[in-house]
């Protein structure tokens, strides 16, 4: 799994091995929200768009029992 989707976008596969990219504001210095949609610009857009081509990747790489465990995930970690 690991190689078909290096193959295909190695940023998708850092996305897997670390964490999704939530767009998030950071709120007196310290802590961080996530933003609401209507905050959101295109580098927002741009890091979903790969949360979910990585989640898509792992669905099409996988066998129908693959699948079913990881259908219900939120991102692809």
Avoid at 38 to 51: C, L, Q, T
Wanted: aromatic content about 12%; overall charge positive.
């Amino acid at each position: 799994m690991e190689n078909y989707v290096q193959a295909d976008d190695y940023e998708l596969w850092m996305i897997i091995r670390n964490d999704p990219l939530i767009p998030k504001k950071t709120l007196d210095n310290r802590s961080s929200v996530h933003k609401k949609f209507e905050e959101f610009n295109a580098e927002n857009f741009r890091m979903m768009e790969k949360n979910a081509k990585a989640k898509k990747l792992l669905y099409f790489g996988l066998g129908r029992d693959g699948y079913t465990c990881i259908s219900k995930c939120k991102s692809a970690k």
